[in-house]
């Protein structure tokens, strides 16, 4: 059964803008922590930005005030505005779901984005 279905990726120019969306099962999306997070080729996992059930928000130094993320609670789906895109920001993106502790669910396929110079 798949749990986490991102999309919106593509390719795009420096500079521009991409909208990912994330639409997550129940079970991951109630009372969890969102989140988005990206790999690089040849990098680790990181943490991009999350979002609690009330709405508050974190983000990685290097996307603030460029990226923002937003939940969508009727619909279980997490949504990541990328602004300003830089080459950079190239990597895999994929969101989970976090209870404080671990993430609760197994990674899906992620979208790629990939930012041309």
């Known amino acids: 059964q798949v749990q986490l279905v991102e999309s919106g990726g593509g390719l795009v120019q420096a500079g521009g803008s991409l909208r990912l969306s994330c639409v997550a099962s129940?079970?991951?999306?109630?009372?969890?922590?969102m989140g988005w997070y990206r790999q690089a080729p040849g990098k680790q996992r990181e943490l991009v930005a999350r979002?609690?059930?009330?709405?508050?928000?974190t983000y990685a130094d290097s996307v603030k005030d460029r990226f923002t993320i937003s939940r969508d609670n009727t619909k279980n789906t997490v949504y990541l505005q990328m602004n300003s895109l830089k080459p950079d920001d190239t990597a895999i993106y994929y969101c989970?779901?976090?209870?404080?502790?671990?993430?609760?669910?197994?990674w899906g396929q992620g979208t790629q984005v990939t930012v041309s110079s």
């Open positions: 989970n779901g976090y209870n404080g502790r671990i993430f609760v669910a197994s």
């Open positions: 129940t079970r991951i999306f109630s009372n969890n922590i």
């Open positions: 979002i609690t059930n009330g709405g508050t928000t």
